[in-house]
């Protein structure tokens, strides 16, 4: 996508660190639903 003549657009962003942190944290602690699914079919098919 092209800007209009005469307008430039420049991203910019400041990370903030601890909402990255606090996202990775939850995403670390959280349960794997792939591991879980697999448990759940080994458990049916025994």
């Given at each position: 996508?092209?800007?209009?003549p005469?307008?430039?657009?420049?991203?910019e962003?400041?990370?903030?660190?601890?909402?990255?942190?606090k996202?990775?944290r939850?995403?670390?602690?959280?349960?794997?639903?792939e591991?879980?699914s697999?448990?759940?079919?080994?458990?049916?098919?025994?």
């Amino acid at each position: 996508m092209e800007n209009p003549p005469g307008i430039t657009y420049q991203a910019e962003y400041e990370p903030d660190m601890e909402k990255m942190v606090k996202a990775l944290r939850i995403l670390h602690e959280a349960p794997n639903p792939e591991k879980k699914s697999e448990e759940d079919e080994l458990q049916e098919g025994a």
